[in-house]
């Protein structure tokens, strides 16, 4: 089995979940940011309030996913950069391809049908 990265596969794949979207989306405006800022941004966006308004421990949940799940995925597929040590992740060349490709996915999606997670 090859470890190339396919594209098409691995594309539809990571812009399958919302939290992945949108940290692209993040990191397209700032370049890098810190894991926690990633999930502040998350928690704000998912719940639709300001941060304050969010609880500590929904906050830490969405770091946590962010941490086991989402990061390493996109980290294998080389569309983020990811130094864990310093808890920074940062938009390559590549991930600049991904942001793209979700600017024309989001635009399609035109009926407001989302599977985003809104408490």
């Not at 941004?41 to 969010?54: D, G, N, Q, T, Y």
């Not at 992740?89 to 997670?117: F, H, K, N």
Request: hydrophobic share 40%; glycine share 2%; aromatic share 6%.
């Amino acid at each position: 089995m090859s470890n190339d990265f396919d594209t098409v596969t691995s594309r539809s794949e990571l812009h399958a979940h919302p939290y992945r979207r949108r940290l692209l989306i993040c990191l397209d405006r700032h370049i890098t940011l810190s894991v926690a800022d990633i999930a502040d941004e998350l928690a704000v966006w998912a719940r639709a309030c300001p941060l304050s308004e969010i609880p500590a421990e929904d906050v830490k949940d969405i770091y946590m996913e962010l941490y086991h799940t989402h990061l390493p995925k996109l980290k294998r597929a080389n569309v983020i950069v990811y130094d864990q040590e310093r808890d920074l992740v940062s938009l390559p060349g590549y991930g600049a391809d991904a942001v793209a490709d979700l600017r024309i996915v989001d635009e399609q999606d035109t009926d407001g049908s989302d599977d985003t997670v809104r408490s």
